[in-house]
Structure formats: structure tokens, C-alpha cells
């Protein structure tokens, strides 16, 4: 009866999920009360020395929310992209033997299409701070 | 561990074509501003080599790979070869444009060839994760493709907003498919078809995933009311950028839904079928009557292809290999005549003038007759007028759902097609009748405007000939 299977299999799918389901929901609770009871036990005594922005051990001379060179945010998705290649690499390694010469081929060639990308940043001047 | 290898010769297209793409970036950092002709060349090499190695893998079967994630059949190669086609024709196009605007850049052609990467894995995807990443692939270089011009507001603007809404977009697709696979277990599309003939997935689940899906599929067509990016995205994009925006990824859009709602929930075609009717109406109401009061003819012809897209959904609404078929030749003819239609507009442009207000094209046939000619043939042919294309393209969605019996949709689309009739008709009038503010010879480049002639006379000669592209379209559909 292949039908019965079929739901089976979908049931089956569904309860792996449970425990992720139970940790949403117990993350909920537990953050939610812990600011509660913060809101209700802790004395609140607001003063203008207390909410104005402090540096340590000096007078604060800007805000934290200043302009940021925009150059940083080139550096940021570069760095992105050959963090994320690694993040597939690991996995890739602990089971190389079992993937045999086609695994190291297929990640020969990913990573040939990577260093494409990375010749065109390069010549292209994206590595230069200047 | 019982691991196939794939059937690598199937997606040989797709392969030379990333294998070309690489090499297309590296040379092009070699090569200087005076040899970049030489990247036009090679961009358009590999569209005519992906042709061929497409044609040779094509073949009467169905045949799958990549572990039933990739396909073979009729519709995918029929529609690659269109794509190849309209995308050539559309790059050709550019070449001048780019070079009076320093915008002839090697970025330009290889995101290009990615959105037609793209757009290949979505012509033969046969998963929800290979139509997901061959739709994003396609859309990421056409975000990037719309803000190219970093200078101009309007792009920067036009390119925001596309990103945002598309991602938007793209969540609710891919909330749609969570849904479906949570119903179904399984992420192939034949499999899903079967899994909900046999009725195991939940219907509201697949109800509730289906709604999402349409969403996203409207959206990426342009369909009201997913349709407010399209105006202000076609206008605000570099015209030669609006031009492959508006042609082949339509086309990439079609094979989405075809795949989404015919391949893998043909047993809900009921419910899609409702939907499909309330967004095609809305589509073809509102793009007819708002192109009305466009004064620019990006714009215009903008919502002009919203109401295109409403009529392409009547042929998918009727739920019949007939109407696929019908739907699938409305693609291909508006993909032809949109390009056509922003041809118009670079064919007027210069260097510092974009002549995108339909006052710039007044007294156009005293300036250059051949030009204003193929124009009034684009416009006609959009308007529907017998026997250009457009006309043979609207007879078969009407016939189509004639023959499911939705009369009064019918009634609707021919009405409507009449309210359309006046804002192409008032661009002849502004051409034929109506007295030229300057007198500057027109001087398209050479090539530009050898293909914007080849281009009307090909909506003129297939409309005179509609048999061979009709039956062309309907072997794509035989199972």
C-alpha cells in the first residue's frame, strides 16, 4: 500500500520538527519572563546623568550611530562569499573518502567558479583600501 | 550510500554557458574600452554555441537527470532556443546604446548571460529547488542589470525598489513551496503530482501553499495587482536594460507557472484556475485603461505589457493543453513584439536624449518613413490588428477559452483589447499626423536599425504565416 507509506513518511517528516517547534516555544516563555520579571522586581529611578550615552571613563564626544565608510561594507559581502565557501567545505571534507574522486572534482570546480570571482574582485580593484 | 552520477550531457547548454560566462569576466579585465567589441562578440558566440548544444541534447522524450531535478522535455528546449533568440536580439539592441552612454561594459553582457543562465535551470527544473535557484539567479542579475547605471537617481531608485519587492517576492514563492512540501514530503514535481492524486497531502495546506505560490509567480510575470514595480522598474531602467527585462524573462516566468501549476498540481487546477481568472481580468483592466493616461511610452508601454500578461493567463486559466499551448505562443509573441516596442525607443534615442515622451516620436514619418513604417507595424501588431502576430496571439487565448466556455471572459478580452486599440493607435496618430518638433535627421547605428527592421517585418511575416510557430508551440504540450 504505497499510499500509507507516502503519509507515513510525511508524518514522520513532521515529528522531526517537534523538538525544534518545542524550542521555539520554550525560547518564547523563558525570554518573555525574564524581561517581565526584570520590569516588575527592579526598582526604576530614571535621571538625566543615567540616560545620557557614556563612554568609559571619559565625556562621550559622538553617538554610536555615526557614518560608516562605505568602502566597509565591499570588504563585509567579500567577506561573506569565501566564509560561506567554507562553511561548505567542512562538511565536504569529513566524508571525502566516501565521495571518492567525483566529490573532489565537483569541489575542484566550485571552487575553480570561486577563484573566477576572486581574480575579477582583485583586477578589478576591490581588495585596494585606496 | 547509493549514489548515481548524473546524465552530465543533459545540461550541456547550461554548462558551456557558466563554463563561458568565466571566461567572458576573466578576458574582459584585459581587455581595453577600444576592444570591447571583442566581449560583444564572444557574449554573442556563447548564445549560439548554448543554441547548438541545446538543439543536440533536444529530442522528441522526456528524459530527467541530477537525481530528477533537472528535465528534458519539448518545453524546456523550445523555450532555451526563444530565449537564446530573444536575448541575442536584445543584446544587439544594446550595443549601441551602451556605447553612447559609457555603459559598454563587460558587467553588461556577463550579467546578461547570467539572467539567461538563470532563466535555462527555470526552463528545465523539475524541483522546487531547482525552479527556486534558477528564478534567483535570474532575478539577482537583473536587479544588478537595472541599477548598472550608478550616476542616474532614476535607475537607483527603479533598482531599489525591484530588489525589495522581488525579495518579497521570492519569500512568498518559497513560503508557497514549504507549504507544498509539508503536505506532499517531497520536492519533485511529478511526485508531488502524484503524492496529491493520491490525495495523502492535506488539501488546506495545499490550498494555503497554492495562494502563496501565486503570488510569487504573479509577481515575477507582472500580473496585477502584483504589477506596481513594473511601471516605475521599466521606466527608471536604462531602455536597453527595460528592453531583455521585459522580453525573455517573461518568457522564464511562463515555464514557472507551467511548471508550478501544471507539472506538479494539475489535480488543484480548479482552485488555480479561479485565481488565475480574478488576476488575469484585474491584469487586463487595469494595464488597458492606466496605459491610457501614459504620456511616456516606457511607461505606457509598460502597463500595455500587464495587459499582455493578462491575456497570456487567460490561455493558463483554461486548463487545457490547448490553452497552454495558446499561452506559451502569447509569450513568444509578446517576448517579439516587446522588443519591438522599446526597439522604438532607443531607435530615437542619442547620445543625451532618451526620447522616452511620446511627444518626441510627433511627425516621426517625415523624418524617416521606414522607420515610422515598422513602428506603426509593432504598434498594430500590439493593438491586435489582422494578420500581424499580435492578432493570431490574442485569436488563440480567446479560442481557447471559448472552448472551456468562459464566454464572458472572452467578451471582456475583446473589449478590452478595444480600449487598448486607442493608446496604440494615438502613437500612429503622433507619428503620421501630427506636425515634428525638430527636423535632425533620424541616425540610428547601422545594426540597430537593420535588426528593429528585421524585428517588424518578422511580427509582419509570421503573421501572415502563424501556422508553423502555433504548431511549433503545441508539440510542447503533447503528453
Not at chain 1, 40 to 54: F, G, Q, T, V
Request: overall charge negative; some cysteine.
Amino acid at each position: 500500500m504505497p499510499q500509507y507509506r507516502r503519509a507515513d513518511r510525511i508524518h514522520q517528516m513532521l515529528e522531526n520538527y517537534l523538538p525544534v517547534l518545542i524550542f521555539i516555544a520554550v525560547g518564547l516563555v523563558f525570554g518573555a519572563f525574564m524581561v517581565v520579571l526584570g520590569m516588575i522586581l527592579s526598582p526604576s529611578r530614571p535621571d538625566d546623568e543615567k540616560l545620557s550615552r557614556y563612554e568609559c571613563g571619559f565625556e562621550a564626544f559622538a553617538g554610536a550611530r555615526s557614518e560608516f565608510d562605505v568602502r566597509f561594507y565591499l570588504v563585509a559581502i567579500l567577506f561573506i562569499i569565501f566564509d560561506l565557501e567554507i562553511a561548505f567545505l567542512f562538511p565536504w571534507a569529513t566524508v571525502l573518502r566516501e565521495l571518492g574522486l567525483f566529490g573532489l572534482l565537483s569541489m575542484t570546480l566550485f571552487l575553480a567558479i570561486l577563484v573566477v570571482g576572486f581574480i575579477y574582485e582583485w583586477k578589478k580593484g576591490a581588495l585596494q583600501w585606496e | 550510500m547509493n549514489f548515481i552520477h548524473p546524465q552530465f550531457s543533459l545540461a550541456l547548454p547550461e554548462m558551456i554557458l557558466l563554463g563561458m560566462i568565466s571566461i567572458i569576466l576573466i578576458a574582459d579585465l584585459f581587455i581595453s574600452d577600444k576592444g570591447r567589441v571583442v566581449t560583444y562578440l564572444m557574449t554573442q558566440a556563447t548564445l549560439v554555441l548554448a543554441a547548438i548544444a541545446t538543439a543536440a541534447v533536444m529530442g522528441a522524450d522526456v528524459a530527467l537527470s541530477f537525481n530528477g531535478h533537472f528535465i528534458i522535455d519539448p518545453l524546456a528546449s523550445l523555450t532555451k532556443l526563444f530565449i537564446y533568440l530573444v536575448s541575442m536580439v536584445a543584446f544587439a539592441y544594446s550595443r549601441s546604446y551602451l556605447i553612447e552612454r559609457d555603459m559598454y561594459r563587460g558587467e553588461y553582457f556577463v550579467l546578461g548571460l547570467t539572467a539567461v543562465l538563470g532563466m535555462m535551470v527555470l526552463a528545465s527544473a523539475h524541483s522546487l529547488l531547482t525552479l527556486y535557484l534558477g528564478l534567483e539567479l535570474l532575478s539577482l542579475s537583473l536587479y544588478a542589470m537595472v541599477g548598472l547605471r550608478r550616476d542616474s537617481s532614476q535607475a537607483a531608485e527603479a533598482a531599489m525598489k525591484y530588489f525589495v519587492l522581488g525579495a518579497m517576492a521570492s519569500a512568498m514563492l518559497l513560503y508557497g513551496m514549504s507549504m507544498i512540501y509539508g503536505a506532499t514530503g517531497t520536492l519533485n514535481l511529478w511526485e508531488i503530482r502524484d503524492a496529491v492524486a493520491e490525495g495523502s497531502g492535506h488539501s488546506l495546506v495545499l490550498i494555503f501553499g497554492l495562494v502563496f505560490l501565486m503570488v510569487g509567480v504573479a509577481f515575477k510575470l507582472g500580473a496585477a495587482p502584483f504589477h506596481m514595480w513594473v511601471p516605475d522598474v521599466y521606466h527608471g531602467a536604462p531602455t536597453s536594460v527595460t528592453l531583455f527585462l521585459s522580453s525573455a524573462p517573461k518568457l522564464a516566468a511562463f515555464v514557472l507557472m507551467i511548471r508550478l501549476l501544471v507539472d506538479a498540481l494539475p489535480a488543484l487546477a480548479s482552485a488555480w484556475s479561479d485565481m488565475l481568472v480574478i488576476i488575469a481580468v484585474l491584469s487586463i483592466v487595469l494595464g488597458n485603461v492606466i496605459a491610457i493616461a501614459q504620456l511616456n511610452i516606457k511607461r505606457m508601454l509598460a502597463y500595455s505589457g500587464i495587459s499582455h500578461i493578462g491575456f497570456l493567463l487567460l490561455g493558463v486559466l483554461s486548463a487545457t493543453p490547448e490553452g497552454y499551448a495558446a499561452a506559451f505562443y502569447y509569450a513568444i509573441v509578446y517576448a517579439i513584439m516587446s522588443l519591438g516596442g522599446f526597439a522604438m525607443v532607443l531607435v530615437m534615442s542619442r547620445q543625451g536624449f532618451e526620447a522616452d515622451e511620446l511627444s518626441d516620436y510627433a511627425g516621426l514619418n517625415e523624418r524617416s518613413p521606414i522607420i515610422a513604417l515598422m513602428m506603426l507595424f509593432i504598434m498594430f501588431s500590439m493593438a491586435g490588428v489582422p494578420p500581424l502576430l499580435g492578432f493570431w496571439a490574442k485569436l488563440a487565448v480567446i479560442q481557447a477559452i471559448v472552448a472551456v466556455e468562459y464566454y464572458q471572459l472572452a467578451v471582456l478580452a475583446v473589449l478590452f483589447s478595444v480600449v487598448g486599440a486607442f493608446y496604440y493607435l494615438r502613437v500612429i496618430r503622433i507619428i503620421y499626423f501630427d506636425k515634428p518638433t525638430e527636423r535632425r535627421e533620424l541616425k540610428p547605428a547601422n545594426d540597430l536599425k537593420v535588426i528593429f527592421i528585421a524585428n517588424a517585418m518578422l511580427v509582419l511575416l509570421l503573421g501572415l504565416f502563424p501556422e508553423s510557430l502555433m504548431n511549433l508551440c503545441q508539440s510542447a504540450f503533447i503528453y
